[in-house]
């Protein structure tokens, strides 16, 4: 058995520009992919988001880590009573967490009964880290606590599966799991033309046509986009994240719309499973990443990690926007794979 | 603009036993990952495999490639007409791909009618390549042709959504897109007991309560695993794969039962999308994994490939077993993952 | 134009036995339907129920019934800031929905912000209704009040689909709507074996493998049963319900496991969405049903739509079990079939 | 134990204007339901529909019934050995079901293998009848056929719920089971404005945010539409129909778009199961509606049942243009229902 080392080629692609709660001005990004066609499709959005007032406004609208875990109880009604109990004794579970960790702090408790399981669904802070290990070393405490106390409780599992971590489920995105980041722009009509060779009309139609009518065609579940998965990974890699989490990270939606004849286009992101801290970050040019998109400076608890959010959603957006308007026009989409493969440069 | 190279750390598990249509005998699997206390667990169960008369069974059970397109007709009795009309003519399809790759052969056409917007999905043999490139380039010829033949036709999108590329959709895991293998294997009690410290009973039970029940509750799409994504992943960027690919690929099946007090344990994996060609196979250890993982022998068309996804499918059943184990013992989960990371050494 | 009735055949089977937070003691239920087979089915099962001490254990978990509207704002960023405050000014929201009914109550709010598009789904209970009516009411109250107090909110619509109303989703099973029932008991095998012809275990695996992984293998959503939508729709109908709402009626969970060499069998059902006041309830036949039913006797409110909620859920495990238990035996299925269809008389 | 009858209340609504390939002319349609203000909804869609040159048009695309069984195998690779074996023997089979109905005719075989699991999905044709009775007839036949030729198949169950009957999956959509449908029509500007007080601009953009983005963040499956369950249920019971199908009829997409200033408006859906003969076509006031709508006419076989699908399909289209043109006036839906359950009349 021997070690070493697996490269992903990396590029730094950007400036983007970006405004909103948590990121202000120019940044940027680091992608790692084997597909580096990828390159020259994000940075393409990017000089688009410097050309635009403002550059790219986001959002950060929720953020939680959750784990979940299961019992067994003699019947539902057992499970009924035992849940109204533990959920009006939180502060109590809330002490057992703090206990866990400095950084975790458990925000609620959801649950699903079915038949005589019970599965509860704890939701976290975890400060700057992702939080995978902060919240099972919270839940193992939690659930070793609910053994002790209640004595019906019969173990099922540290996870249930109602967390979801990494699978396709709709869970995440309606309970919340990860950042939730949105990023917009409204893009001048001169610019989308000049930039895309494209129309906001035909941006906004192929979006309606492939990205949600398309995606409801396939069984699509919560996912209306065109690639998100691609510019999420490679973001993943370059900062030391857990790539596997693109899973649910890819479960996103694009809207782009007309508004007084320019195009609005945003991405929302809900499930953004990223930190500054854990497993990854001890990789000498992860931390230099780090460094470079101002994930290290001295911040609030968090904020470098909402910071971190921020900037894997706008490279979504721009790599998002490109190729919808690359599949606007015939043919450049396979000219562009091609020319970039061939000589390095993008049309 | 910089360029560098951000490194994985990898770590060859293994050796698993193999049996079934592709690969046979005993092979060490290489995992690139940050999450490094993978390691253990995928190798604990790659010896358990080494354990069962047989090792782990395999089975191909199909492979294809696809790219949708989509039209926009005057309405959905002209679109009609127009797939009718197409599916007639798919010899002449045939001929057109043909020009496009020598690898490249369509195999068939499945089609949505929307409103007046015609889907046609096209499914691909691509020899050892993934073959998102080359379904591309096919693709535009086929548009093209398809425009030319049928004025009637408006360009809609070289990409429909309908692929599904990279989207948690259901369509892949029903018309099918990669690779389709099952892992499996009948593991004596004693094996169970002794290196797993659990009992047949307690992981089917867990396997219905969290993998089927816990991902039915979390509204899951065609998913039943643990955590088949971390072994993708890993394995993906090991050997070069398009690692955003474990969008489709975490969604398989898995299903544990007793056969005659043993423990019957398998892994559907309708989706993986891999190949021995293509981007990120010319990076130094990518040529060097491939190699050592016999994906770089001198094999008929497409063999290569698929003992390529075979082998993603076998570490894919060594992490899942060995997770579902240590899940059903109440804090091994957690004891293991502190003390890899603390000493390097799994329990 | 004319009026007339169509006449949907209806039955009583029974009599079913249940214990639990609702309903106590023995009662027919009545099944209104073309598909006049599942006359005996239900009725099998209503007849194990009275063999099994205690009946069916019946426990409801939650009720509440939602509407979803949505508004337009500038931009992501202030549908956050409008959310936060609407959603600390809930009292008067509430006050607001109090002038619409004496009966509508606001219990919350869940929402989703897409883009610019700001989605609030709120929760009220609404007594002995079903609802629809009583949210919409509310609902466009709400609306007009929140359009008064920021003016910055641009109106969508009364309907956002985040509802969801009678349309496949996940979101109702996640967060709740309708009434949330689950049916259960342990089956003596004595009683599997003589009435159902079959073994716990026969039950158990065909439970796992048809309604488990079959549904995954389809692509269902939060649907894990055999037939839950033939026994709701009967039920409804006879008892004035809007029998569209099967739809997310359908989606339950069915659990089969062994206890103690007996069958433990019950039945999930998140959104049973019927009321005991309201449209349809002012007809003869459902005034008499209703009455037999026990629904019309004077309680607190709400108890006599939650006691039919629990006799909805009764008949379904009764019929699920049933059918079960007849798909494990070759050709009975089609035997039982034949036979009532031909004779009127179950096998 | 008594029989009796439970009435749901039927108008009929229209006329309705078809142009298609099934229907051409004009057409009231009977709506069976509780929800009376269903009524002036449809009725205003209906009358819309008579102000279009050619009416709605519609489109049959596909028709098949289809039933899955499942087999046990010891494992994967049996499986896929004994597939492509029956698959390569289909002839075989279509005489084996050519001999359980005049009507019945076995179309091809999908097939899914999971673990050692063997799905197969019989799709069949079945003449006027929607043919739930005729499908299960065919594969138990099927059945028995397959488990005498290959001894190494061990009985599963005549329903494997890949099917998939009355459960919210996406396989039916995909795969196609019942009649798909399009009705669709432009609908010129001065018909919108006048008669539904709305612009083609509001009724696309509420589509596309309602029930497109709106159903993708619920959670949907292959859902896209406000209230098709709505129109289904009430024509099926009207025409003796096995109403639980609408869980599968619901799974359907709306889609709005502006066409030179006009609306363009089309309703798909995939999965209308219906018949002209079986049960509850006896039935009085059926064998009448039947009648008026010219389904008992001297056809081909499948024609009269082609006829009801379209219908169905052109009365979703009503009712669901005309809640959308409401739900984009504030305050419309409420005075609607309220006037109407006041006064018996529309707006």
Same mark, same amino acid.
């Given at each position: 058995?021997?070690?070493?080392?697996?490269?992903?080629?990396?590029?730094?692609?950007?400036?983007?520009? @970006?405004?909103?709660?948590?990121?202000?001005?120019?940044?940027?990004?680091?992608?790692?992919?084997?597909?580096?066609?990828?390159?020259?499709?994000?940075? %393409?959005?990017?000089?688009?988001?410097?050309?635009?007032?403002?550059?790219? %406004?986001?959002?950060?609208?929720?953020?939680?880590?959750?784990?979940?875990?299961?019992?067994?109880?003699? +019947?539902?009604?057992?499970? &009924? %009573?035992?849940? #109204?109990?533990?959920?009006? #004794?939180?502060?109590?579970?809330?002490?057992?967490?703090?206990?866990?960790?400095?950084?975790?702090? &458990?925000?609620?408790?959801?649950?699903?009964?079915?038949?005589?399981?019970?599965?509860?669904?704890?939701?976290?802070?975890?400060?700057?880290?992702?939080? +995978?290990?902060?919240?099972?070393?919270?839940?193992?405490? !939690?659930?070793? +606590? !609910?053994?002790?106390?209640?004595?019906?409780?019969?173990?099922?599992?540290?996870?249930?599966?109602?967390?979801?971590?990494?699978?396709?489920?709709?869970?995440?995105?309606?309970?919340?799991?990860?950042?939730?980041?949105?990023?917009?722009?409204?893009?001048?009509?001169?610019?989308? /033309?000049?930039?895309?060779?494209?129309?906001?009309?035909?941006?906004? /139609?192929?979006?309606?046509?492939?990205?949600?009518?398309?995606?409801? @065609?396939?069984?699509? !579940? #919560?996912?209306?986009?065109?690639?998100?998965?691609?510019?999420? &990974?490679?973001?993943?890699?370059?900062?030391?994240?857990?790539?596997?989490?693109?899973?649910?990270?890819?479960?996103?939606?694009?809207?782009?719309?007309?508004?007084?004849?320019? @195009?609005?286009?945003?991405?929302?992101?809900?499930? @953004?499973?990223?930190?500054?801290?854990?497993?990854?970050?001890?990789?000498?040019?992860?931390?230099?990443? &780090?460094?470079?998109?101002?994930?290290?400076?001295? %911040?609030?608890?968090?904020?470098?990690?909402?910071?971190?959010?921020?900037?894997?959603?706008?490279?979504?957006?721009?790599?998002?926007?490109?190729?919808?308007?690359?599949?606007?026009?015939?043919?450049?989409?396979?000219?562009?794979?091609?020319?970039?493969?061939?000589?390095?440069?993008?049309?």
């Amino acid at each position: 058995m021997t070690d070493s080392f697996a490269a992903v080629p990396l590029r730094w692609v950007g400036p983007l520009l @970006l405004s909103g709660n948590v990121v202000e001005g120019e940044q940027e990004v680091p992608l790692a992919t084997y597909e580096t066609t990828l390159w020259p499709s994000v940075r %393409r959005g990017a000089r688009i988001s410097t050309l635009i007032e403002g550059g790219i %406004r986001s959002t950060l609208v929720d953020e939680r880590m959750t784990r979940s875990v299961y019992f067994e109880l003699p +019947h539902a009604g057992e499970s &009924l %009573r035992v849940l #109204r109990e533990v959920e009006a #004794r939180i502060d109590e579970l809330r002490a057992v967490v703090g206990q866990t960790s400095r950084f975790a702090e &458990l925000l609620g408790i959801n649950s699903q009964i079915a038949g005589r399981l019970l599965f509860l669904r704890f939701e976290f802070r975890t400060g700057d880290a992702a939080g +995978h290990n902060m919240v099972t070393l919270a839940s193992d405490a !939690l659930m070793t +606590h !609910l053994l002790h106390t209640w004595p019906e409780l019969r173990y099922g599992s540290i996870s249930g599966n109602y967390c979801s971590d990494k699978k396709a489920t709709a869970v995440n995105g309606i309970l919340g799991r990860g950042k939730n980041v949105i990023t917009e722009a409204i893009i001048p009509r001169e610019v989308v /033309e000049r930039r895309l060779h494209t129309t906001p009309e035909k941006i906004a /139609e192929l979006n309606t046509r492939k990205n949600l009518v398309g995606s409801i @065609l396939a069984g699509s !579940l #919560r996912s209306g986009n065109a690639h998100y998965a691609n510019m999420l &990974l490679a973001f993943y890699l370059a900062t030391g994240q857990d790539g596997a989490n693109i899973v649910e990270g890819s479960q996103g939606l694009t809207q782009a719309e007309i508004v007084d004849g320019d @195009l609005y286009f945003s991405c929302t992101l809900p499930n @953004l499973i990223v930190g500054t801290v854990g497993n990854g970050k001890g990789l000498g040019f992860v931390e230099e990443n &780090l460094q470079r998109l101002g994930c290290r400076d001295d %911040r609030p608890v968090g904020d470098n990690a909402r910071r971190l959010a921020v900037l894997a959603a706008a490279s979504v957006w721009c790599g998002e926007l490109s190729l919808l308007g690359a599949q606007t026009n015939p043919g450049e989409l396979m000219a562009a794979h091609l020319n970039f493969e061939r000589n390095g440069t993008s049309a």
